[in-house]
């Protein structure tokens, strides 16, 4: 049996020491602030922006949102970008990812000014990250950090597996591992040997996009198993990429969907909407 990571616990835990943070801050005049952009009425996008906009009442952040019509311009919205980026009162600006196909969403993430840039995406942002300087996370892996640390998970020297190489998942999580001193894999569409490669894990990061794509046959008895995956399965039941009932009994502790790492990205983004004023004032 495997130990569940409960990452609704510790993204709480995390919310509320935020929360404790962010009422000092204030005390000394300093005020956290998000602004949210939305394009269009995507319902999972409007379910991920009034998260963050619950996220931020919570912690004590204040959120101004902007809801455009579908039908925005790319000008339009690099216009509000950089209005945005000028405005001394807000100190994150976060842009809901898809974007209608008329916008080039490259271009949205470099228009964010890097100091403002909560999501982490900006190319200065990932720089940093890549040679270990200060400046925002991307906030899912950031979030399985903070999930593996808080569980006791000792992460210097273990084989890492990451499998999938998006920029906002897979690249970010190889290299946040191996500033852990992890021995970092990396795995992807075209890796041969897949289960094999995935067998050596202590930990395996999956993140995939495929439904109950990972089963005990890629899991090495005992590894932490961590499930980036969100998928709804032809019953509308929420799964992830790793065949939960099936892998648990075989790893040393997994991860559920849901509950697992997505609340984790909303307490990250959190996270990043303070440093943004922390590192402001320094
Ligand atoms: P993506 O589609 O951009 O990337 C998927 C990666 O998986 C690619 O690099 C691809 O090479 C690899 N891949 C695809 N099929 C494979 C296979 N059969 N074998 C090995 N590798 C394969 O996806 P993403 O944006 O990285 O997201 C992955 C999943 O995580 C999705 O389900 C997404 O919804 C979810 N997600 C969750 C959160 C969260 O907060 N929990 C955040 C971001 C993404």
């Not at 005020?31 to 931020?56: M, R």
């Not at 000792?154 to 021995?183: F, Q």
């Not at 894990?201 to 899991?219: M, S």
């Amino acid at each position: 049996m495997a130990k569940i990571i409960d990452g609704k616990k510790i993204s709480q835990e995390i919310k509320d020491e935020l929360k404790k943070e962010a009422a000092a801050l204030r005390e000394q005049g300093k005020e956290a602030s998000l602004a949210v952009i939305q394009v269009g009425s995507d319902p999972a996008s409007s379910i991920y922006v009034n998260n963050k906009k619950k996220a931020c009442a919570y912690v004590g952040i204040r959120s101004v949102s902007y809801e455009l019509p579908s039908e925005t311009t790319q000008e339009e919205l690099l216009g509000i970008v950089r209005e945005l980026n000028d405005r001394e009162d807000i100190q994150g600006i976060l842009v809901q990812l898809p974007l209608p196909a008329q916008i080039d969403e490259d271009a949205v993430i470099r228009a964010i000014s890097p100091q403002k840039d909560v999501d982490g995406f900006h190319p200065e942002s990932v720089g940093r990250m890549c040679i270990g300087e200060k400046g925002f996370l991307s906030c899912t892996p950031a979030g399985i950090i903070q999930l593996l640390k808080r569980s006791g998970v000792e992460l210097e020297g273990k084989d890492c597996v990451v499998i999938g190489r998006s920029n906002i998942v897979g690249k970010p999580m190889a290299l946040l591992l191996l500033r852990e001193n992890a021995t970092v894999t990396v795995a992807h569409s075209r890796t041969r040997n897949l289960k094999e490669i995935c067998r050596r894990a202590d930990v395996l990061v999956v993140a995939v996009g495929k439904p109950r794509l990972i089963t005990r046959e890629y899991v090495k008895e005992g590894a932490v198993v961590i499930d980036v995956g969100i998928h709804r399965d032809a019953e509308n039941k929420m799964c992830g990429d790793v065949d939960f009932a099936d892998v648990e009994p075989v790893a040393g502790a997994i991860t559920p969907v849901p509950g697992g790492v997505g609340p984790m990205t909303i307490a990250m983004l959190m996270n990043n909407c303070l440093e943004a004023i922390r590192s402001k004032h320094e």
